[in-house]
């Protein structure tokens, strides 16, 4: 099929931890200007190949059989000695989160040079030289100021821009990027991989790219490997992959991936004429003399779904506190149910916060860590219903039910389950107070595809039953679609969009709107497969 | 600009809180029951009359309103002025020029020492090539803090002098007599140290910045040196600064053990004898000493943590 020799060849790799097999029997190999997608959801095993490759395995993984070769050099048998003259130079590494993934004690150009002072015979100016002409390669404007800089002075996307700078630095045949964006908005995801493109034809490099983001790997990748519970469950080129999938795993990935399909049609709802849930005027939120929301305005109607759109320091979460009540605003006003919140008793607040519940976003820091799940969903019922223990065991179970849980997850913490468990939880929790509004902070953002859209059908299938109304907040503009009846876009605090969530994407009125939507990863393929498909074989 | 006023808020803040501790010690030195006339004079072999003794009273203690008191030895202070020892009948100035530098030679070598096991410890205890190495190393320090001070300082003593004869005991230089009791008070500071760093060092370990160095190609030692240690001294700083302090404050057990004659052999004698302006002073050294060490401290840790420096303004004009 290829008669180019492969840069990096995994033939049989097996990997266990603690002895349980994580990785089983992967090969694969990557070929020079190529990009090679490792796709799979949390737990699939593709940070742990990545890791094994570079030779970076914990201490408590060990690679049971197998061969890796890079350009014929076997890496498990290199000495410690000759994995380090590998490392930086043979292989670059672009890791997953670029806001923790640089040391916070040396300026970025400093970081950049130990690349060179590792690898190369260069003086102190020649590497100085160096790295402002990598500096100015990965797209930074002022070279000589950002050498200086620390990285708390820089925005993570010009962090992945210095930590791809690292791995570039020397050309290698070889570069990983491990969820090179996962953890940057959308609009510099695509500039990011962008970038990586760019370089990787320039230098000619191989990337290996690890990925839980099928529409990324669509528009980057030129062959894919999907993942499953560490064995290869599809290995296709890109474009067949997703043109005819071959395994029912891949079908369900593609299926459950909001990337790629838009809202289901849901029967209209009568909207008007009815008190809005939530009535939010004019409203302008500063601390002190920076103004972190100004001027927004929305209405949410009893049974819909509200969606608020907004990438890292757009005031999303500024304006949540604000509509839970937490921080007053400078000036406008939110009123929920008809009732103005900043004017109102105590005894209107208790009833208030009970009917309006706050959920957050990380399913496993919003849990206490100390109590079993009974306790968990059994405080709110504590707390709101003087009801005896029988009724509370009634309720219980029945919210429970609700979520679709188990009643054995009861007496579990919740360390010993799952994250898209601990986000139904979560949800019980909420509703065990019989509240009229959820507010739902990133609630399946941290969550794979699979166990997302799940949580988004709960989602749906209870506001149907119990006529919720949700704030949804998100950076992800495929989900907020999969779920709101409106739609908030905010930048920089401002209100960008208003609308119906369908009418705005189909025909975004604002510039801004009309960026964040060609920049959702997923729809360039089309494109991309035209203009790569003279290089296929 | 903005580090000059951090600079100018610490030292306002370290002047108040030696003013506080002036003031409490006072006040607490006034409640004591008895004093030190009653101590000295009420022996009946003397023979004093109790009008006698109340003239001596006033003698020392110049008047008898607390409040005068106050202020008049507040700014007597000022002026390096501590009164006079009741006990010794000298000037309190003449006792701790006596007894500071003594006990300023303990604290900094014995610190320096301290400092010394700290980064040995954590050296050992990460790249020693063999993993049981390395586990002795990790066991140090709570070995160490087991081991009590009169303990260490005999068995100091005995060994190192008596049986292989390295260094007297009695008899030698200030400099040379300052080796003995500075290996022994190092030690049990050099502990809480030492287990912090290494805390931490696991800690920062973990952080991905190490990982992500380690795919650069950098050795074990390199990243340990230049990114892993530089990460994880600020918790062992600040505790330097403070065990540092408590040094200044004078170490009575040391002292005692290795019959130096510093600070903390004064506070002993003030203590049983009352003698209330030598303790006055003795607190005010030992507080000055705790506030200077973390003057110091802060000072230093922003240079170690770049991102601690200055603050506010830097992030939203870089922002692009």
């Known amino acids: 099929m290829n008669t180019q020799r492969p840069v990096l060849d995994v033939s049989h790799l097996g990997i266990s931890y603690d002895g349980k097999p994580a990785v089983e029997n992967i090969s694969f190999q990557t070929f020079p200007g190529q990009t090679m997608a490792l796709i799979g959801e949390s737990g699939s095993g593709k940070s742990t190949i990545a890791k ?21 050099i076997s890496l498990p048998d290199a000495t410690p000695r000759a994995l380090n003259a590998i490392r930086g130079h043979q292989i670059g590494f672009i890791p997953q989160d670029p806001s923790s993934s640089l040391d916070p004690r040396l300026p970025v150009g400093r970081q950049i040079e130990e690349v060179l002072r590792l690898h190369t015979s260069q003086r102190r100016a020649e590497r100085r030289a160096h790295v402002l002409h990598l500096l100015e390669h990965v797209g930074f404007s002022e070279p000589e100021r950002r050498f200086l800089q620390y990285p708390h002075e820089l925005s993570g996307g010009m962090k992945q821009r210095v930590l791809i700078a690292i791995a570039v630095a020397l050309a290698p045949p070889l570069i990983i990027a491990d969820e090179p964006t996962s953890a940057l908005d959308v609009t510099i995801q695509g500039q990011i991989l962008d970038l990586l493109d760019r370089l990787r034809e320039e230098s000619g490099s191989s990337v290996l790219m690890i990925t839980h983001d099928l529409a990324v790997a669509r528009d980057r990748a030129h062959d894919m490997i999907v993942l499953r519970h560490g064995q290869i469950a599809e290995q296709n080129t890109t474009r067949n992959l997703f043109e005819n999938p071959r395994s029912s795993y891949t079908r369900k990935l593609l299926a459950d991936s909001p990337a790629f399909h838009s809202r289901p049609a849901t029967p209209e709802r009568p909207v008007s004429g009815t008190q809005p849930a939530i009535q939010v ?7 002190g003399s920076r103004t972190a929301v100004s001027h927004l305005s929305f209405d949410v109607q009893p049974g819909t779904t509200h969606g608020i759109i907004g990438e890292s320091g757009s005031g999303k979460t500024t304006l949540l506190r604000c509509l839970m009540g937490l921080i007053p605003p400078q ?16 005894a209107e607040r208790r009833q208030r916060l009970r009917s309006m519940q706050l959920v957050y976003q990380n399913p496993w820091s919003s849990l206490d860590p100390r109590l079993t799940i009974r306790r968990i969903i059994e405080e709110p019922l504590r707390n709101y219903f003087p009801e005896g223990q029988a009724w509370r065991q009634a309720r219980l179970h029945d919210l429970l039910e609700r979520v679709h849980l188990p009643l054995a997850l009861l007496e579990r913490y919740p360390s010993e389950i799952s994250g898209g468990q601990c986000q139904r939880v979560a949800l019980a929790r909420a509703l065990a107070a019989q509240p009229d509004i959820l507010v739902l902070d990133e609630f399946v953002s941290a969550l794979d595809v699979t166990v997302q859209a799940r949580i988004l059908e709960l989602l749906s299938e209870l506001q149907k039953e119990l006529n919720l109304t949700f704030v949804f907040v998100s950076h992800d503009l495929a989900v907020v679609r999969q779920i709101a009846d409106t739609l908030s876009i905010i930048r920089y605090g401002k209100q960008e969009e208003y609308g119906d969530a369908e009418q705005i994407f189909r025909e975004p009125a604002s510039p801004y709107t009309q960026t964040l939507l060609r920049a959702i990863p997923g729809q360039q393929h089309s494109g991309k497969a035209k203009r790569e498909g003279s290089k296929e074989w | 600009m903005s580090s000059f006023r951090h600079v100018c808020i610490q030292l306002i803040r370290a002047l108040l809180i030696l003013w506080g501790a002036f003031t409490v010690t006072f006040f607490l030195l006034q409640m004591m029951p008895g004093d030190a006339v009653m101590v000295r004079f009420m022996d009946p072999e003397l023979g004093l009359s109790p009008e006698q003794i109340e003239a001596m009273r006033v003698l020392y203690s ?6 005068f008191q106050y202020f008049h030895t507040i700014l007597r202070m000022l002026h390096g002025d501590f009164g006079y020892s009741v006990q010794l009948g000298v000037p309190v100035r003449t006792l701790i020029e006596a007894a500071l530098p003594v006990t300023l030679r303990l604290a900094v070598v014995g610190f320096i020492l301290s400092l010394v096991w700290t980064l040995l410890i954590a050296i050992g205890a990460s790249l020693l090539p063999a993993r049981p190495l390395r586990q002795i190393f990790q066991a140090i320090p709570g070995f160490w803090s087991a081991i009590p001070l009169y303990w260490s300082g005999i068995f100091i003593i005995q060994v190192l002098s008596f049986k292989l ?15 003995l009791p500075a290996l022994a008070v190092s030690l049990p500071i050099a502990a809480p140290q030492a287990k912090l760093l290494l805390q931490q060092i696991e800690e920062t370990e973990r952080l991905p910045f190490v990982m992500a160095i380690r795919t650069k190609g950098a050795s074990q030692r390199s990243v340990f040196f230049r990114h892993i240690l530089p990460n994880s001294v600020t918790p062992c700083l600040t505790m330097a600064g403070i065990s540092f302090g408590e040094l200044i404050a004078g170490a009575i057990v040391t002292e005692t053990i290795f019959g130096l004659n510093g600070l903390g052999r004064l506070t002993r004698d003030a203590v049983s004898g009352q003698d209330v302006a030598v303790l006055q002073a003795v607190v005010m050294i030992g507080a000055t000493g705790f506030v200077a060490a973390n003057l110091v401290v802060d000072l230093l840790i922003p240079l ?17």
């Open chain 2, 62 to 67: 110049g008047s008898s309103s607390p409040v």
């Open chain 1, 281 to 287: 005027k004019d409203l302008t939120i500063a601390y």
């Open chain 2, 165 to 179: 004869r390295l260094l007297p005991v009695v008899g030698v230089g200030p400099w040379e007599g300052t080796i």
């Open chain 1, 52 to 72: 094994a490759i570079i030779q970076l395995l914990p201490p408590s993984a060990c690679v049971t059989h197998g061969i890796i070769t890079l350009n014929g």
């Open chain 2, 304 to 320: 170690i943590n770049p991102s601690l420096r200055s603050s506010a303004g830097w992030k939203e004009t870089s922002g692009s």
């Open chain 1, 331 to 346: 000036s406008g006003s939110v009123h929920v149910q008809g009732k103005d919140i900043f004017s109102e008793t105590s």
